[in-house]
């Protein structure tokens, strides 16, 4: 019940996403939260304000006049919020948002607001790229309301790309997290680090290559906490769709093992703290085509020779004082194998993730991890929001610094 007695307000505009917040109500309620909904004319299409009053137990706020004549008091329901969320947030809503416009009831709360406003646009992918909806974005930002990415997926268009709202568990998680009380992030003002994410790209020929499921969500959410923490973040990450240019950190994009080797040898000697969570093909073939290989016989062999391991070499060239944290991948005789890559490849500490775990691993938002020290000393973490546990192991990596 780690939300018991918070007030949680959430704002729903009129996208399709609207259907998921009945779901989100639930899971918050549950955890202990007391709930109240608002939403404008245009959300009522996509979900019922009847639904919504009858799982929170509450009216819904949609207008300053209530239906006995008298004022709905817009001011109240925003000092009744520790949290309010908007979402899902269309861009005419957010744009509204950041222009101070207040024409309707959820605008008008969201201006009297005294607690954190999260917003979470989620529109078709060409809409969430529109430069003036990107701008609208950053000024909530800058304005102080915390903007939370859209996922990619498949859009209520039809088409693929970044603009949907993340699940309802997801959203419950953040939530979660963010009164969770945690400790403040090491302050690592002035350190410098390097992170490795995202699959490897080994090309057989101009058509083909061997690659893995690995989306480099991981080394996002790393690179967004270690950039939370104050320090300047490299992010060396092979082929991906979770890095768009907005990033206000050093993000090198690259494809196979000898790339990322190439890009990790730049900035290893600089870097305080270098954290390797991406999954790196350990074979290339031995020999690239020139053009595409043809079907011929029933069987085709291709000869593999090893890439570098670039934990490995960064082990080995460890300067004093830099803490150096490696990923295991397993799938079985997990601990064992992942005591033995964090003593093989000189790391200071290793964290585990299995394949034989739900929800965890490749592409999931969430992860279930273990980590191993050094000196033994081993911490399991529930499965998480992959943000949440960024933040995890940040603490984790406090003790080295
Ligand atoms: O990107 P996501 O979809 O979020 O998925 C995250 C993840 C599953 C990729 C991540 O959590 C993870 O486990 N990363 C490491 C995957 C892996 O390749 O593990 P490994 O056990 O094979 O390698 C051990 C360590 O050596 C890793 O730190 C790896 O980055 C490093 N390595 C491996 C081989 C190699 N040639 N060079 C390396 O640096």
Same mark, same amino acid.
């Given at each position: @019940? +780690? ?5 949680? *307000?959430?704002? /729903?505009?009129? %996208?399709? #996403? ?67 969320? @908007? +979402? ?5 809503? *957010?744009?509204? /948002?950041?222009? %101070?416009? #207040? ?299």
């Amino acid at each position: @019940m +780690a939300l018991r007695g918070k007030h949680i *307000l959430i704002g /729903i505009t009129g %996208g399709i #996403a609207a259907y998921k917040i009945p779901l989100l109500v639930r899971l918050l309620i549950k955890e202990g939260a007391e709930v109240r909904v608002m939403m404008t004319e245009a959300a009522a299409q996509f979900v019922s304000p009847f639904t919504l009053a009858t799982l929170t137990g509450a009216p819904v706020g949609m207008d300053f006049r209530r239906p006995d004549g008298t004022w709905n008091n817009h001011v109240a329901w925003a000092h009744w919020a520790d949290l309010i969320l @908007m +979402a899902p947030l269309t861009a005419n809503t *957010l744009a509204k /948002i950041v222009n %101070g416009q #207040a024409d309707n009831f959820p605008l008008a709360v969201l201006m009297s607001a005294e607690c954190p406003v999260w917003l979470s646009p989620s529109m078709d992918l060409e809409m969430y790229r529109y430069p003036a909806v990107r701008d609208n974005m950053a000024k909530a930002a800058s304005y102080g309301m915390r903007v939370i990415p859209a996922e990619e997926g498949e859009l209520a268009s039809g088409l693929k790309g970044q603009g949907r709202m993340p699940e309802p568990e997801h959203l419950f998680e953040l939530i979660r997290q963010h009164f969770q009380n945690r400790p403040p992030l090491p302050d690592l003002t002035g350190k410098k680090v390097l992170i490795t994410a995202g699959p490897t790209y080994e090309h057989l020929d101009p058509v083909r290559f061997i690659g893995n499921h690995s989306s480099g969500k991981t080394g996002k959410a790393l690179a967004e906490a270690f950039r939370d923490a104050g320090a300047e973040v490299s992010l060396i990450i092979g082929p991906n769709h979770v890095v768009d240019g907005s990033e206000d950190y050093e993000v090198v994009p690259v494809t196979s093992a000898n790339d990322m080797f190439e890009e990790v040898k730049k900035r290893l000697d600089n870097s305080h703290i270098a954290v390797f969570a991406a999954a790196v093909a350990d074979y290339q073939p031995a020999e690239v085509k020139d053009n595409k290989i043809k079907k011929a016989d029933e069987r085709l062999t291709i000869e593999l020779v090893r890439n570098p391991d670039i934990l490995a070499y960064a082990g080995r060239h460890k300067k004093p004082g830099q803490v150096i944290v490696g990923f295991a991948l397993e799938t079985d005789r997990e601990l064992e194998n992942a005591k033995e890559k964090l003593a093989r490849k000189n790391a200071d500490m290793i964290v585990l993730n299995s394949l034989r775990d739900p929800g965890a691993g490749f592409a999931t938002d969430t992860n279930k991890i273990t980590v191993i020290h050094r000196d033994g000393n081993t911490r399991s973490y529930p499965l998480k929001d992959k943000k949440a546990l960024a933040y995890d192991i940040l603490h984790e990596l406090e003790k080295h610094l």
